[in-house]
C-alpha cells in the first residue's frame, strides 16, 4: 500500500529528489486559481494572531504559492464587529488568498459567507478544525466533526449561498476511534467543494504525537476523490515536506508553525524540491532585515497601534533566532523594545551584540542581559 511505505533515508531523499522533482505534480485549481509547473504549491496555513495580512504579504514574497487569513467569526461579521471585518482585509499583492470563516450556526455561517463576497478573496475557507474547547463547545470548528450530517448541511448551505469558490479545513475526526476523513472527503465533494485541507491529527490529538499522514495517502489513493487534498501537519523542513510530498502525494502542502518567524521556509522546500540541496540558512543580517521588514509590512497594513504591532512581534522572534549561536539571548535583546524606533535601534545593535557573545557559552550570554529582558521571558 502506498501510504504504508517507509519515509526515505536522506540518501535516497536527495537521489529520489533529483530524479522525481518534476514528475508527480500535474496542477491545483481553486475557483479561478490554477497552480501548475513543476512543484505542488505551498500554502501559507490559517493561523489566529499570526497569518495577518503582513505576513501573509511576507511569505508571499519568499515562496508561498497561496495565503489563508486566521479564522473569524461568523457571528462577529454579521454584526458588524470592526476588529472581524478588519481581519477580512485582503490586499492584491497577497493573492491568491482564501478567508477563513467559522462558526457553528448555520444561518450566521451562510449570511458570513455571503457578506465576505464584497472582499472578492481567491475562495472562502471553512474552519471545521479549530480544537479549542470555547470554539468547540459551540459546535463550530472541531466541534463539528462529531456530527458528519450537520457539517454537510452546513457545508451545502454555504456553498448554495455564495459565488466564491469553498474550501474547507479540517482534521481527521473527533478522535482516534471516530476518523471518518474519507467519508467527510466524499461527501463534501458531492455538496460542491472545491478543495480539502486536511491537519492529519484528530481533535483528540491536539497538537501531540506525530501527524497522521497515511490518512492523505489513503484520501489520495481513493480514485473516487476528484478534489485537490491540502496535506497539513508536522512540515517543519524541505525534507519532511519531501517526504510527505513523494510518500503520500497531496497535491498541496500547507505549512503553519514552521514559517512562524521563519518565511524562509518556503524558498527552501522549493529549492530541495527542485534540486534535491539545502540552502544555507539565513545570515543574522538576513533575519534582521526581515524582522524590519515585517515591521513595516505591519506598520502600512495592520489596524492596530504601533506599540501593540512591536508587542505582537514577538511571537515570531523564536522562529526568526531559530539555529543562531546565542538565539535566545538575541531574541531576549528585542523584547524591551516598546515603540518600532526601539526596535529598530535595537535590530540594529544586534551584530554587535552577537560579536560580545561569541566567546560565551550559550548558557551565559541571555544572562548577561537586564532583569526586564529575563521577566519578560519568564
Ligand atoms: C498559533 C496557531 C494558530 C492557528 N490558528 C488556526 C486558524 O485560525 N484556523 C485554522 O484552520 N487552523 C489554525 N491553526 C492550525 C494550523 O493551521 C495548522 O493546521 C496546524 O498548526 C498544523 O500545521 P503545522 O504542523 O504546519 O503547524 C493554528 C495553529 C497555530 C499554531
Given amino acids: 500500500m502506498q501510504w504504508g511505505k517507509k519515509l526515505f533515508t536522506a540518501r535516497e531523499r536527495i537521489v529520489q529528489g533529483e530524479r522525481h522533482a518534476a514528475n508527480i505534480f500535474a496542477s491545483v485549481q481553486i475557483g479561478q486559481v490554477k497552480w501548475s509547473g513543476e512543484l505542488p504549491p505551498l500554502f501559507l496555513a490559517p493561523m489566529e494572531d499570526v497569518s495577518d495580512a503582513a505576513f501573509r504579504r511576507l511569505c508571499r514574497e519568499m515562496g508561498a504559492d497561496a495565503v489563508v487569513t486566521e479564522f473569524i467569526s461568523s457571528e462577529a461579521l454579521i454584526r458588524q464587529i470592526e476588529k472581524s471585518w478588519q481581519k477580512a482585509?485582503?490586499?492584491?499583492?497577497?493573492?491568491?488568498?482564501g478567508i477563513q470563516i467559522f462558526g457553528g450556526e448555520i444561518d450566521s455561517m451562510r449570511d458570513a459567507a455571503r457578506l465576505?463576497?464584497?472582499?472578492?478573496?481567491?475562495?472562502?475557507d471553512i474552519n471545521y478544525g479549530c480544537?479549542?474547547?470555547k470554539v468547540v463547545c459551540k459546535g463550530a470548528g472541531a466541534g463539528i466533526l462529531r456530527d458528519i450530517d450537520r457539517m454537510e448541511r452546513l457545508t451545502y448551505e454555504i456553498v448554495q449561498h455564495t459565488s466564491l469558490p469553498v474550501t474547507v479545513k479540517t482534521r481527521l475526526g473527533w478522535d482516534v476511534s471516530s476518523i471518518r476523513i474519507v467519508e467527510v472527503a466524499h461527501r463534501l465533494q458531492a455538496v460542491g467543494i472545491t478543495a480539502l485541507a486536511v491537519h492529519?491529527?484528530?481533535?483528540?490529538?491536539g497538537y501531540s504525537g506525530q501527524a497522521r499522514w497515511e490518512w492523505i495517502g489513503m484520501l489520495k489513493a481513493d480514485p473516487t476523490i476528484h478534489i485537490p487534498i491540502i496535506g497539513n501537519g508536522d512540515i517543519d523542513s524541505p525534507q519532511t515536506a519531501w517526504n510527505f510530498y513523494h510518500t503520500y502525494k497531496p497535491d498541496a502542502l500547507m505549512i503553519g508553525r514552521a514559517a512562524i518567524g521563519?518565511?524562509?521556509i518556503f524558498q527552501e522546500i522549493k529549492h530541495f524540491?527542485?534540486?534535491?540541496?539545502?540552502?544555507?540558512?539565513?545570515?543574522?543580517?538576513e533575519r534582521i532585515?526581515?524582522?524590519?521588514?515585517?515591521?513595516?509590512?505591519?506598520?502600512?497594513?495592520l489596524p492596530e497601534p504601533p506599540q501593540k504591532i512591536v508587542l505582537e512581534l514577538r511571537k515570531h522572534y523564536t522562529g526568526y533566532f531559530r539555529g543562531l549561536p546565542h538565539a535566545k539571548a538575541l531574541r531576549l535583546s528585542l523584547m524591551e523594545a516598546r515603540t518600532p524606533e526601539e526596535l529598530r535601534r535595537s535590530l540594529r545593535e544586534l551584530p554587535s551584540l552577537l560579536r560580545s557573545f561569541q566567546k560565551m557559552p550559550d548558557s551565559l550570554s541571555a544572562q548577561t542581559l537586564s532583569p526586564e529582558a529575563a521577566f519578560i521571558q519568564r
Fill in 289 to 301: 532585515e526581515m524582522i524590519e521588514k515585517h515591521l513595516a509590512y505591519a506598520l502600512r497594513l
Fill in 273 to 285: 524540491f527542485k534540486t534535491g540541496q539545502l540552502l544555507p540558512p539565513p545570515t543574522l543580517e
Fill in 200 to 205: 492529519a491529527r484528530t481533535r483528540a490529538d
Fill in 131 to 133: 480544537p479549542v474547547s
Fill in 89 to 97: 482585509q485582503i490586499w492584491d499583492e497577497e493573492r491568491p488568498v
Fill in 116 to 124: 465576505i463576497e464584497k472582499v472578492s478573496p481567491d475562495w472562502l
Fill in 262 to 264: 521563519y518565511p524562509w
